[in-house]
């Protein structure tokens, strides 16, 4: 063996020893073997003895250094080998070795040529024992054949030309406890300064509260999955986990864990609320100050405490501040007309810190003064209701006559039925005045009967008129009509033979009106009736009923022609009567004036909520643009009340930036559409007051505007069809001309066509413009098309 190369090799280690004795590692390494860091001998095995020689120096700390060197350049067909210890794998199923070593280049050795290598072999055994003395080389798997970067030719010690070269090895899917390793030399001159064997891992983290633990790699780049457990005070959300990669690096992680209640996150561990601070809800990730008139005094609370008189009830959050019951209604106001009272009253001057006030109507009926009160019963109708309202007004009716009232307004909220306190109320005594009532005399014949009224002897204001309804007996739901008349008596006609009928009847007086009287049945006679046997009787008959068809056809000609009524006369009709037909519940007022302009009201708002629905805007659905009026756009959508059927509705909106005049405008058409009820009357569905944007509903006329559709489909109607169309209209604008309005504008524009061709009249904001300019030109604003 020759050494004469030693010298070199000791003079390159003197220059690294010292930094590498002091390197570290990456924290993701476990060592499990590390040359250098040896006190005592290796105990390497090399065989032959005359290859591999294990040799010590000193370092600048006088530390024994143990290196492996070899230089059998010289002999031809080497075969040294080099074996380690036993080297315990543990949980390990990859490890990777690390080796240090010099190689001089052949070149500069003289008279080698043909015996000099520059590369040497690495194997490894695998093995569940640690001291095995004979191992074949049979039995060694091959790692790799390691060859050098750099190799060196020459030595200057001041210069340090020498070259460290570093290579690293991995072996993966180990199974036993654990491994030799060997290295074959085949003719080098190669010195081994540090071989170090290791595993990789993923070392110990809290990620979004979990603790993820130590983890060893996977073998062949495998990822490992690893279940994180919730730190201390904390509780598991979504179960967390990460991936620990090849290199020991964590993937991002994935699920997490909240601090409990009460607690907060700080420094990836859950810290206690501190007193005056609390965490009600997981998801939170730090404690905040108690809401208003509340308190905690003890670390890690959940919720804070209400204040002595302050509540905070189970449907509110735990960050609401606690409030207290509202004060009494004030400032209340009376209007008595004969039987009915309005009341209002101004809202509580301290709302308890809450905004859902409502008020509730208690009533006391005193017949005598002095007398005990007792509860006013069933009988009494609230308007809209007595208890839960929202808006301080209501409307009693069916009040007794010359009784004395004492209403109780009490106001309430969230928290009222928490306290143990008294009742907020204010109380009001109403004292209602007498009501005309009707003395009836009747007279009947075959079709008709005639109903004779006499007012009480004592009364203190004049009748102004007489009100009937009747219908047929057990039809009440189905047919009624409503007949008014200031005379004292009344035929009603054009009843049928033999049929029992009930009529009620109440006075209007200048006061107010009275109550409806009880039900009286009368029932017409058959004396009158004549059987038609002659066919003379029959022929005359017939010519009767032809006359009448005639005569039928010129009145609804004369209608059509003039757009006024003819001027007939209906027979046995008292000339002050107007007749009202009530059919399946709905009303129809010929001559009697019942539309209110909603700009009489002083306060427009209050029109809007006497002639339409509020709707909530959650229940309904925006599905598209379908046009742009004055105010905003136009859009179809669906509309989906509570215990109803979703219906397809038009929705009209207010545009961004609007003034109040702008906004009166837009609903002042909402509070004249919401007083009509009629088949050929654009219907409203209702209004949205309470968010932005403001919007009109109205049911969905899948055709468009009139004039638009016919000139879409010029010729494809028939004659029927298109009277059937003017008799719609003509129908919806006589309903209008009964109810005193006027439209102003009847234009093709302004009828609109549902999918079964059944036209209706809309577009009832033209008003407003035709006061601001008589001579506009009027463009719809309401444009449904599709």
């Given at each position: 063996m020759s050494f004469w190369w030693i010298y070199p090799v000791l003079v390159t280690l003197c220059t690294l020893f010292y930094s590498q004795a002091l390197r570290t590692y990456p924290s993701n390494e476990v060592t499990l073997l590390d040359s250098m860091s040896a006190l005592?001998?290796?105990?390497?095995?090399?065989?032959?003895?005359?290859?591999?020689?294990?040799?010590?120096?000193?370092?600048?700390?006088?530390?024994?250094?143990?290196?492996?060197?070899?230089?059998?350049?010289?002999?031809?067909?080497?075969?040294?080998?080099?074996?380690?210890?036993?080297?315990?794998?543990?949980?390990?199923?990859?490890?990777?070795?690390?080796?240090?070593?010099?190689?001089?280049?052949?070149?500069?050795?003289?008279?080698?040529?043909?015996?000099?290598?520059?590369?040497?072999?690495?194997?490894?055994?695998?093995?569940?024992?640690?001291?095995?003395?004979?191992?074949?080389?049979?039995?060694?798997?091959?790692?790799?054949?390691?060859?050098?970067?750099?190799?060196?030719?020459?030595?200057?010690?001041g210069d340090r030309v020498m070259k460290l070269n570093t290579e690293v090895r991995d072996i993966s899917n180990l199974y036993k406890k654990g491994f030799y390793l060997a290295f074959q030399d085949v003719g080098a001159c190669i010195a081994l300064v540090s071989v170090r064997v290791f595993y990789k891992k993923c070392p110990s983290t809290i990620r979004n509260l979990a603790l993820f633990p130590d983890t060893v790699t996977g073998g062949d780049s495998a990822l490992v999955?690893?279940?994180?457990?919730?730190?201390?005070?904390?509780?598991?959300?979504?179960?967390?986990?990460?991936?620990?990669?090849?290199?020991?690096?964590?993937?991002?992680?994935?699920?997490?864990?909240?601090?409990?209640?009460?607690?907060?996150?700080?420094?990836?561990?859950?810290?206690?609320?501190?007193?005056?601070?609390y965490k009600a809800l997981l998801t939170d990730a730090h404690c905040t100050p108690c809401p208003a008139h509340s308190f905690s005094l003890q670390d890690s609370s959940a919720e804070c405490t209400c204040e002595k008189g302050f509540y905070r009830p189970e449907t509110d959050p735990k960050s609401a501040a606690c409030s207290r019951p509202p004060s009494a209604p004030h400032n209340p106001m009376l209007t008595v007309n004969e039987t009915a009272v309005i009341m209002e009253w101004s809202p509580p001057e301290d709302s308890g810190g809450r905004k859902d006030v409502t008020y509730n109507i208690h009533c006391r009926r005193c017949q005598l003064e002095g007398q005990k009160c007792n509860p006013c019963g069933s009988g009494i109708h609230y308007i809209p209701r007595q208890f839960g309202l929202s808006h301080p007004r209501v409307l009693?009716?069916?009040?007794?006559?010359?009784?004395?009232?004492?209403?109780?307004?009490?106001?309430?909220?969230?928290?009222?039925?928490?306290?143990?306190?008294?009742?907020?109320?204010?109380?009001?005594?109403?004292?209602?005045?007498?009501?005309?009532?009707?003395?009836?005399?009747?007279?009947?014949?075959?079709?008709?009967?005639?109903?004779?009224?006499?007012?009480?002897?004592?009364?203190?204001?004049?009748?102004?008129?007489?009100?009937?309804?009747?219908?047929?007996?057990?039809?009440?739901?189905?047919?009624?009509?409503?007949?008014?008349?200031?005379?004292?008596?009344?035929?009603?006609?054009?009843?049928?033979?033999?049929?029992?009928?009930?009529?009620?009847?109440?006075?209007?007086?200048?006061?107010?009106?009275?109550?409806?009287?009880?039900?009286?049945?009368?029932?017409?006679?058959?004396?009158?009736?004549?059987?038609?046997?002659?066919?003379?009787?029959?022929?005359?008959?017939?010519i009767s009923v032809a006359g009448g068809i005639i005569l039928l056809i010129f009145l609804v000609t004369c209608f059509f022609v003039s757009g006024r009524h003819c001027g007939y006369i209906k027979a046995k009709q008292d000339p002050d009567e107007d007749k009202m037909h009530f059919q399946h519940g709905r009303v129809k007022l010929p001559g009697s004036r019942?539309?209110?302009?909603?700009?009489?009201?002083?306060?427009?708002?209050?029109?809007?909520?006497?002639?339409?629905?509020?709707?909530?805007?959650?229940?309904?659905?925006?599905?598209?643009?379908?046009?742009?009026?004055?105010?905003?756009?136009?859009?179809?959508?669906?509309?989906?009340?509570?215990?109803?059927?979703?219906i397809c509705v038009a929705i009209k909106s207010l545009k961004v930036g609007y003034a109040e005049k702008q906004r009166r405008d837009f609903l002042g058409e909402a509070s004249i559409m919401g007083q009509f009820d009629h088949?050929?009357?654009?219907?409203?569905?209702?209004?949205?007051?309470?968010?932005?944007?403001?919007?009109?509903?109205?049911e969905y006329m899948e055709n468009g505007s009139l004039d638009s559709f016919l000139k879409k489909h010029d010729g494809q109607f028939t004659v029927i069809q298109l009277v059937g169309m003017l008799r719609g209209i003509a129908s919806g604008m006589?309903?209008?001309?009964?109810?005193?309005?006027?439209?102003?504008?009847?234009?093709?524009?302004?009828?609109?066509?549902?999918?079964?061709?059944?036209?209706?009249?809309?577009?009832?904001?033209?008003?407003?413009?035709l006061e601001d300019d008589p001579e506009a030109a009027y463009t719809t604003r309401f444009h449904l098309s599709c």
């Open positions: 005592g001998d290796l105990g390497w095995v090399a065989y032959p003895a005359e290859g591999w020689e294990e040799i010590s120096v000193m370092d600048e700390r006088n530390t024994p250094m143990r290196t492996y060197q070899v230089c059998n350049v010289l002999e031809i067909n080497q075969n040294n080998w080099l074996r380690t210890s036993w080297i315990p794998r543990g949980n390990a199923q990859r490890v990777y070795i690390e080796i240090k070593f010099t190689l001089r280049d052949c070149n500069s050795l003289p008279g080698v040529s043909g015996t000099c290598k520059e590369t040497f072999n690495m194997y490894y055994y695998e093995s569940n024992y640690s001291n095995l003395r004979h191992i074949q080389e049979n039995q060694f798997i091959k790692i790799d054949t390691i060859a050098a970067d750099e190799s060196f030719t020459q030595v200057d010690v999955e690893v279940k994180g457990s919730c730190v201390n005070n904390s509780v598991e959300f979504d179960a967390p986990k990460m991936y620990c990669s090849a290199d020991g690096g964590w993937l991002v992680p994935i699920g997490r864990c909240f601090c409990k209640l009460g607690y907060e996150e700080k420094k990836n561990g859950c810290q206690p609320c501190l007193p005056g601070y009693i009716t069916d009040l007794l006559p010359y009784t004395n009232y004492t209403f109780d307004i009490e106001a309430l909220n969230g928290v009222s039925e928490l306290s143990s306190g008294p009742k907020q109320f204010i109380s009001v005594n109403v004292t209602t005045s007498q009501v005309v009532n009707v003395i009836l005399k009747e007279r009947k014949s075959k079709d008709s009967i005639t109903l004779a009224f006499q007012g009480p002897e004592k009364t203190k204001d004049a009748v102004v008129e007489y009100e009937v309804i009747y219908y047929e007996k057990n039809q009440k739901e189905q047919n009624y009509t409503i007949l008014k008349t200031k005379s004292s008596f009344m035929t009603v006609d054009g009843l049928k033979p033999g049929t029992t009928y009930v009529f009620r009847v109440r006075a209007h007086t200048v006061g107010g009106q009275g109550i409806y009287g009880g039900e009286i049945e009368l029932e017409t006679s058959t004396e009158d009736m004549i059987a038609i046997t002659d066919p003379n009787q029959i022929t005359i008959l017939a019942t539309y209110i302009h909603p700009h009489t009201y002083e306060d427009p708002n209050q029109a809007v909520r006497d002639f339409a629905k509020e709707i909530d805007v959650s229940n309904i659905r925006i599905e598209r643009v379908i046009g742009a009026g004055e105010f905003g756009e136009v859009c179809s959508g669906r509309l989906k009340l509570p215990s109803k059927r979703e088949p050929n009357i654009i219907r409203l569905e209702g209004v949205v007051t309470k968010c932005k944007p403001v919007m009109i509903i109205t006589k309903y209008l001309s009964d109810m005193n309005y006027v439209h102003r504008d009847l234009a093709a524009r302004n009828i609109l066509v549902n999918s079964n061709l059944v036209c209706k009249v809309s577009d009832f904001g033209l008003s407003r413009v």
